[in-house]
């Protein structure tokens, strides 16, 4: 048979023309909607082998914004395709992440389904089951990293409701000092989730030095905990004004004074992402307040755990899971981010200001 290279299309559009000229009635109406699944917005990218009626195999594969991972969605090839047609298409799919600067390639399994032998061949392995992750738990993520990442593995959680992210990055990161934290028990996990944002919270959100303090005292004499803000006064209050500004600000003073008490030193300076991934380098964590309209296209504060870093990239765990663009846990989970996008995420409102909870062992 005559070799025929892959083909790589871009876009939503290019999905939905390749499905309808062809795949589509070979995928199966079940399959064929999860490549319908609207993914505009995030790098939606069809690999093929053939074309028309005479595609031979055709991988699915997305990516969010300002990261640096690509997920293979699905990848199907036709019983008359040739032995090395997988491999072929995943080879490809690697070599477009590489050219785009990724640090690496994650591969999407439904439940049940066995790990493809040209997983295997090109040295994808498995990602740690979630404790939870919002519907999505039953899915299986295996991970190929382009450079060297080498790090423990967290556990991860997904968050339950749009507030609980600053809470659920406390307790993902608590992990790590073997305090109490998730087991991948519904009702108690989620209990805690719950209990520990009415503790951190500054209703709804979780500002940094109440996020901190709680944080501190999840932990215990087993961490120290840092924070690095740098505005004077009370923060993620820009929608608020009268009676409802004023008592929040209240509290973040409140969490000010209980920040010193604990011994929590709050650093008014600017930190550079640079100095983040050094530090998590090295062997801390840090909790990062972004903005997610680089991500998502739409703003709001958000807290995500960087738990791991090398060279320019660093490794967070994102507790928010968007299901409505095709995401399961294995997008947000173990997933690295370049420093210079990270120089955009982390910074929230108009003055742009900065907020970092470290976290290191004492």
Same mark, same amino acid.
């Given at each position: 048979?005559q $070799?025929?290279?892959?083909?790589l299309?871009?876009g939503a559009?290019a999905?939905?023309? *390749?499905?309808?000229?062809?795949?589509a009635?070979?995928?199966?109406?079940?399959?064929?909607? !999860?490549?319908?699944v609207?993914?505009?917005?995030?790098?939606p990218?069809?690999?093929?082998?053939?074309?028309?009626?005479?595609?031979l195999?055709?991988?699915l594969?997305?990516?969010r914004?300002? +990261?640096a991972?690509?997920?293979?969605?699905d990848?199907?090839?036709?019983?008359?395709?040739?032995?090395?047609?997988?491999?072929?298409?995943v080879?490809?799919?690697?070599?477009a992440a590489v050219e !785009?600067?990724?640090?690496?390639?994650?591969?999407?399994?439904?439940? /049940?389904a066995a790990?493809p032998?040209?997983?295997?061949?090109?040295g994808?392995?498995?990602?740690?089951?979630p404790?939870?992750?919002?519907g999505?738990?039953g +899915? !299986?993520?295996?991970?190929?990293?382009?450079?060297?990442?080498?790090?423990?593995?967290?556990?991860?959680?997904?968050q339950?409701?749009?507030?609980?992210c600053?809470?659920?990055?406390?307790?993902?990161?608590?992990e790590r000092? /073997?305090?109490?934290?998730f087991?991948?028990?519904t009702?108690?996990?989620?209990?805690l989730?719950?209990?520990?944002?009415?503790?951190a919270?500054?209703?709804?959100?979780?500002?940094?030095?109440?996020?901190? *303090?709680?944080?501190?005292?999840?932990?215990?004499p087993?961490?120290?905990v840092?924070?690095a803000?740098?505005?004077p006064?009370?923060?993620?209050l820009?929608d608020?004004?009268g009676?409802d500004y004023?008592?929040r600000a209240?509290?973040?003073r409140e $969490?000010?004074?209980?920040?010193a008490?604990?011994?929590?030193?709050?650093?008014?300076?600017?930190?550079?992402m +640079?100095?983040?991934? $050094?530090?998590?380098?090295?062997g801390e964590?840090?909790?990062?307040?972004i903005d997610?309209?680089?991500?998502?296209?739409?703003?709001?504060?958000h807290?995500?755990?960087a738990?791991?870093?090398?060279g320019?990239?660093?490794?967070?765990e994102?507790p928010?899971?968007n299901t409505?663009t095709?995401?399961?846990?294995?997008?947000?989970?173990?997933?690295?981010?370049h420093?210079d996008?990270?120089?955009?995420?982390?910074?929230?409102?108009?003055e742009?200001?900065?907020?970092?909870i470290?976290?290191?062992?004492?």
């Open positions: 048979m $070799s025929i290279e892959p083909v299309a871009d559009d999905v939905t023309a *390749v499905l309808d000229a062809g795949l009635p070979a995928l199966g109406a079940e399959r064929a909607a !999860r490549w319908r609207e993914r505009a917005g995030y790098r990218t069809v690999h093929t082998l053939g074309h028309g009626e005479g595609i195999a055709a991988a594969t997305s990516g914004p300002a +990261t991972a690509t997920k293979i969605v990848l199907w090839t036709s019983p008359d395709a040739p032995d090395d047609a997988a491999d072929r298409l080879a490809r799919v690697i070599a !785009r600067g990724d640090a690496a390639v994650k591969w999407e399994l439904p439940e /049940g790990v032998a040209s997983a295997l061949a090109h994808f392995v498995p990602l740690r089951a404790w939870g992750a919002v999505t738990e +899915t !299986r993520g295996l991970v190929h990293w382009l450079v060297p990442l080498t790090h423990d593995e967290p556990g991860y959680y997904g339950t409701t749009l507030f609980t600053g809470a659920v990055a406390g307790l993902i990161a608590s000092y /073997g305090s109490h934290g087991a991948g028990e009702v108690p996990d989620r209990d989730e719950i209990e520990f944002w009415r503790r919270s500054n209703y709804p959100a979780c500002e940094p030095l109440g996020l901190a *303090v709680t944080v501190q005292e999840h932990i215990g087993s961490g120290a840092e924070v803000l740098d505005h006064g009370p923060v993620l820009e608020f004004t009676f004023d008592f209240e509290l973040q $969490s000010r004074k209980r920040a008490d604990l011994g929590i030193l709050v650093a008014d300076s600017r930190v550079a +640079t100095e983040v991934a $050094s530090r998590v380098a090295a964590q840090a909790l990062l307040l997610e309209a680089p991500m998502h296209a739409d703003p709001g504060p807290w995500i755990v738990h791991a870093a090398a320019p990239y660093v490794v967070v994102d928010w899971v409505a095709g995401e399961t846990w294995v997008d947000t989970h173990d997933l690295p981010i420093v996008d990270l120089e955009r995420l982390v910074a929230w409102g108009p742009g200001y900065r907020g970092v470290f976290l290191s062992p004492r």
